[in-house]
């Protein structure tokens, strides 16, 4: 599954950390669903959806086999 969460979150200035703390979970999970070794909940997904104000289709989208 590809994201444009680094993307989203130079746009609205927030570190891997300050995203993190939004959503309740650690900087290495934010790390690990940027790089593609994670894939987020449907919570955590719809939490990073609010916080960017974006659709959650918007932020993740899928690639062939997934």
């Not at 444009?4 to 993190?20: F, N, S, W």
């Not at 690990?32 to 919570?43: A, N």
């Not at 990073?48 to 918007?58: C, N, T």
């Amino acid at each position: 599954m590809k994201n444009r969460i680094k993307v989203e979150r130079a746009i609205h200035d927030l570190t891997q950390e300050d995203l993190a703390k939004k959503i309740g979970v650690s900087r290495q999970t934010i790390n690990s669903i940027e790089k593609g070794r994670y894939v987020p909940s449907t919570i955590l997904a719809l939490k990073m959806a609010e916080v960017f104000g974006k659709p959650v289709k918007e932020i993740f989208q899928l690639e062939e086999g997934d």
